[in-house]
């Protein structure tokens, strides 16, 4: 475990005035350097300031806490190379003895064809004394040596252990696991880049939802029952306006793909589509999930009075319009999922996961309902194809991402592919911020508890592979200090 270790001693730290005694206070001011910030006993007699200031002590043990934690980082960076190193490592392993085994068949099997060419030879040795007189007397010109007839046989031999050989060598060539350490090597410098923004900006306010617009020039967020609307360029946020209307806080922002409209949803029961302002409450508790199709035409929301509602969208329109509920859930509904045909949607509660399907009116209806072991409170769901999807789920003992299929089209019935058990905090967590998934290069960012994830998922036997993660502060304010985004996954 790495140690942090200060180079100088304690008693060599001196004033700018070169007292010689002990460092008692130091002033946080940004226009001294170095030694100026540092006031002795003598130094203080005669010291005015409006400038904050710090003991000695103190500062020093802030600077301590301040190099564990990056130290921290350091170790955490270095294990998950350290880790993927020692990936590749039992992969060559692997491999080495893979290939040592193969290798030792092709050399047994070329031991094994010089054998058979010793027995052709050896066939040809014995003859019987009546058979060859009858043939030197009766056939003389056939008694000489045949050597067409002992090549084909030669022929025949190597054409059926060359073939047998070159399968074998063909083998080594498509070695799959030589291609599980090309992939490995190729993952160990696979991290996310993090770019700093040239702003930061701090709440004190809850922030429980964030969404751009598909340009990505403007942002949207969710700061207690306000929306903050930001520009967003270089790096840099420009807050331009304050949108208020919200009751309570707000939980989901939706950005629509076409326009510079969006939806929000609160814990006041009600959705909002931001051109109108005008407020759809069907609701009669906090809602939790929302979820836009890709057309941009319907809009399902999912609340704590156990009904999902389902909506017309027109944005050119500004029109929001309620259709129908879905009331299968017998507990709060925390997370939507839609597969990406859209033919089906997969709801989760406390420990239940519904499936939904369309009719020949495109309306949806009760498909299957399966029940988990676990109850979880603030899960996140994302489908990753038509058949697949992730759910995240996580309780005071154990948190876990576990990949679903759906199987029997007929008659669907869920199937748990994979499991991955996740650093577990104490506490529980809420169902904010929901999974980001980006399909073509199969990575989603995943938050859970004081945690968030990159994931990369592949087709490999392990499918989840964590590429890096980091620690955060506060559950649900991940997104008050506006001082890192994403610039590329």
Aim: glycine share 4%; proline share 1%.
């Amino acid at each position: 475990m790495l140690q942090p270790k200060m180079i100088e001693l304690e008693n060599q730290i001196n004033c700018s005035q070169k007292h010689n005694l002990p460092i008692l206070m130091v002033i946080f001011d940004k226009k001294l350097k170095r030694e100026e910030h540092l006031l002795c006993a003598q130094c203080m007699e005669n010291f005015e300031s409006e400038s904050k200031m710090i003991g000695f002590k103190k500062t020093l043990k802030m600077m301590e806490e301040h190099q564990k934690t990056k130290l921290e980082n350091i170790e955490r960076i270095i294990k998950l190379n350290q880790d993927m190193v020692e990936s590749l490592i039992n992969q060559i392993h692997k491999l080495k003895s893979d290939l040592n085994q193969q290798l030792d068949e092709l050399i047994s099997n070329s031991i094994d064809w010089i054998k058979s060419l010793n027995n052709i030879g050896q066939a040809n040795t014995t003859y019987s004394f009546l058979d060859e007189l009858e043939a030197l007397i009766n056939r003389p010109k056939e008694n000489i040596f045949n050597q067409e007839s002992i090549i084909d046989q030669i022929k025949l031999n190597n054409d059926s252990l060359s073939a047998k050989i070159k399968i074998k060598l063909s083998n080594l060539q498509n070695q799959d696991l030589y291609k599980q350490c090309e992939k490995t090597l190729g993952n160990i410098n696979l991290f996310p880049h993090v770019k700093s923004l040239e702003n930061s900006i701090d709440y004190q306010d809850e922030c429980c939802a964030l969404s751009f617009n598909e340009s990505g020039t403007l942002m949207i967020s969710g700061c207690n029952c306000e929306i903050k609307v930001w520009n967003f360029q270089n790096g840099i946020l420009n807050q331009i306006t304050t949108l208020s209307g919200h009751k309570w806080m707000i939980t989901c922002l939706i950005f629509s793909k076409k326009s510079n409209s969006f939806l929000s949803a609160s814990y006041d029961q009600t959705i909002c589509l931001w051109m109108s302002s005008q407020f759809y409450q069907k609701h009669t508790n906090c809602i939790d999930c929302l979820i836009l199709n890709q057309t941009e035409n319907q809009l399902i929301s999912g609340g704590r009075d156990f009904s999902i509602k389902v909506w017309k969208v027109d944005f050119q329109k500004n029109q929001l319009s309620y259709l129908y509920s879905l009331d299968k859930h017998k507990n709060d509904i925390y997370s939507l999922g839609l597969n990406q045909s859209e033919n089906t949607l997969v709801s989760f509660d406390l420990n239940e996961i519904i499936i939904w399907k369309k009719d020949n009116q495109q309306n949806w209806y009760f498909e299957n309902l399966v029940t988990l072991e676990i109850q979880s409170l603030g899960s996140r769901l994302s489908f990753i194809n038509d058949h697949q999807f992730i759910l995240g789920t996580g309780n005071e003992e154990e948190d876990l991402i576990s990949l679903f299929e759906l199987q029997n089209e007929k008659n669907l019935q869920l199937q748990i592919i994979e499991e991955l058990k996740l650093f577990n905090s104490d506490g529980i967590d809420a169902n904010l911020f929901p999974i980001c998934y980006n399909k073509e290069k199969k990575i989603m960012i995943f938050k859970q508890k004081l945690h968030v994830y990159i994931i990369q998922i592949s087709n490999e036997d392990k499918l989840f592979n964590i590429i890096y993660y980091w620690n955060i502060n506060k559950g649900w304010k991940l997104f008050n200090n506006l001082g890192r985004y994403w610039k590329e996954v």
